[in-house]
């Protein structure tokens, strides 16, 4: 990844800062996007002088996404990457019950945010570039009490397949990824309210449906994205690539 550059939203968080780690230990530069200045900063100390910048960004905001588009550049001079990342889970309720605004929320941060950083960066970002979406295992699959989030996250799907057809005469290559539960605060959110279990039970429980029996650690998922991101992947593009464990089989 020498040279490279990429751009991460929800860069503070789990999936996003191992991902940064991930990318940087392999010679990019990256600029984090999103809406904790002290997680941003914290992240970007931590990857030292030169190797990140960060901005604060809120996906669902047409002038902030392209702020960090610019911000980048100005950075960097270039956009190699970019891993629409930024996400929320919403609250878990059946589709009788499901609050109208949280619906609203839930589908603006993940889809208006994933379509929105695609939409700005792409016109600026290098032939051959590479466009990572972070869907979801609910993103091929679903689970009662999740209706907008994993209606979110299919959507993510049929923008990427859009864009994937739309760029590829360019060599830039978009597909998705569909992580199952990972370690991380967000899933053991989700896990407590799904199942009304104290944290290490309602973990437990998610195991149990896993085929490898296991969470995935937040490094697993950035692997998976650094490997689409890279020279490994040219000739995936349009691609829904499960790193579940085996929970959608
Ligand atoms: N944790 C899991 O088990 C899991 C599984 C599958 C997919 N995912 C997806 O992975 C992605 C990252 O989640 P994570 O597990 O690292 O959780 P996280 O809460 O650590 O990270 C989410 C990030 O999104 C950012 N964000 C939220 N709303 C935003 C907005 N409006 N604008 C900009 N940034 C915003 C947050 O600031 C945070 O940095 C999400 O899209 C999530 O849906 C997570």
């Given at each position: 990844m020498d040279g490279r550059v990429a751009l991460i939203t929800g860069g503070e968080g789990s999936v996003g800062a191992a991902t940064a780690r991930a990318l940087v230990r392999e010679g990019a530069r990256v600029l984090l996007a999103g809406l904790s200045a002290t997680g941003l900063a914290a992240v970007d100390r931590e990857l030292g002088a030169s190797r990140s910048a960060w901005v604060v960004t809120d996906v669902t905001d047409a002038s902030q996404v392209r702020r960090a588009v610019q911000h980048c550049l100005a950075a960097f001079g270039r956009l190699d990457v970019v891993f629409a990342n930024a996400g929320v889970t919403g609250v878990i309720a059946p589709v009788a019950d499901y609050p109208e605004q949280e619906w609203d929320r839930v589908l603006a941060v993940h889809v208006r945010g994933a379509f929105l950083t695609c939409k700005y960066a792409v016109p600026v970002l290098s032939d051959g570039g590479s466009v990572i979406i972070n869907s979801s295992v609910v993103g091929l699959t679903a689970d009662p009490g999740i209706c907008a989030y994993a209606t979110a996250k299919h959507a993510q799907v049929g923008l990427m397949r859009t864009l994937a057809k739309e760029v590829a005469p360019r060599a830039i290559r978009v597909n998705t990824l569909h992580p199952g539960p990972i370690d991380n605060a967000f899933q053991h959110g989700i896990e407590v309210a799904a199942t009304g279990l104290p944290p290490d039970r309602a973990a437990a429980a998610f195991d149990a449906m896993i085929p490898l029996r296991r969470h995935a650690t937040p490094g697993e998922i950035a692997a998976a994205v650094l490997f689409l991101a890279?020279?490994?992947?040219?000739?995936?593009?349009g691609a829904t690539i499960p790193v579940d464990g085996g929970m959608s089989v």
């Open positions: 890279g020279p490994e992947s040219t000739f995936i593009t």
